[in-house]
């Protein structure tokens, strides 16, 4: 079974830093991309970072640019999101996502964590 199992968030203070980790099983992931996303209360679920696990390409919102690092581990079977001067309107349940990379959509979802920042 293919899953994504996203761990790691909680409540931080703003300037917090925190790490969200998201484990794939289930089949072999390195023509994949693997991304960020997030969801707050009453706004559309938003990009956040993504990152080729062949190669390590990434990419990220203009918003979170400089805060955050997407990253993955040597086996490329973990995804890492490092977020680093945290602010209030980073609070948002945060999903993994993946796609094949010849994929337009990501299509494959975690069950969400939860990141709240307060001032």
């Known amino acids: 079974q293919v899953q994504l199992v996203e761990s790691g968030g909680g409540l931080v203070q703003a300037g917090g830093s925190l790490r969200l980790s998201c484990a794939a099983s289930g089949r072999t992931f390195i023509d994949y991309v693997m991304g960020w996303f997030r969801q707050a209360p009453g706004k559309e679920r938003e990009f956040v970072s993504a990152i080729w696990l062949n190669y390590g390409g990434t990419y990220y919102a203009d918003s979170v640019k400089g805060r955050f690092t997407i990253s993955r581990d040597s086996a490329k079977t973990t995804v890492f999101l490092q977020m680093n001067s945290l602010k209030p309107e980073d609070t948002a349940l945060y999903y993994c996502?993946?796609?094949?990379?010849?994929?337009?959509?990501?299509?494959?979802w975690g069950q969400g964590t939860q990141v709240t920042v307060s001032p």
């Open positions: 996502a993946a796609r094949y990379y010849r994929d337009s959509d990501f299509n494959l």
